[in-house]
């Protein structure tokens, strides 16, 4: 099993930044994808942002350029770091772990963008 907790979200004025992590325990194995998506209210998950174990990064369309996904392996732990945040990122925005056939899913954390 593998536990995921994330933490960073909040309350923030259009334009601004958060920095979101995701901290990794359990039976991590060494090559693993971890990413981020996020669930608006009335809205489907949707992915925002992945990065594999050789460190390739895939993101969504409307985060390019304002988002960064990164890791650090030996702390097993996963950020995000958002810039330029507009209102239409108002979403729970979840970690996601990924090992083989295996998926796991973070509780969630609130980021709320407004003025």
């Known amino acids: 099993q593998v536990q995921l907790v994330e933490s960073g979200g909040g309350l923030v004025q259009p334009g601004g930044s958060l920095r979101l992590s995701c901290e990794a325990s359990?039976?991590?194995?060494?090559?693993?994808?971890m990413g981020w998506y996020r669930q608006a209210p009335g809205k489907q998950r949707e992915a925002v942002a992945t990065?594999?174990?050789?460190?390739?990064?895939n993101y969504a369309d409307s985060v390019k350029d304002r988002f960064t996904i990164s890791r650090d392996n030996a702390k097993n732990t996963l950020y995000l770091q958002m810039r330029r945040l507009a209102p239409e990122d108002t979403a729970i925005y979840y970690c996601?772990?990924?090992?083989?056939?295996?998926?796991?899913w973070g509780q969630g954390t609130q980021v709320t963008v407004s003025s």
């Open positions: 996601y772990l990924r090992q083989g056939p295996d998926a796991y």
């Open positions: 359990g039976s991590i194995r060494r090559l693993y994808t």
């Open positions: 990065i594999t174990s050789g460190i390739s990064t």
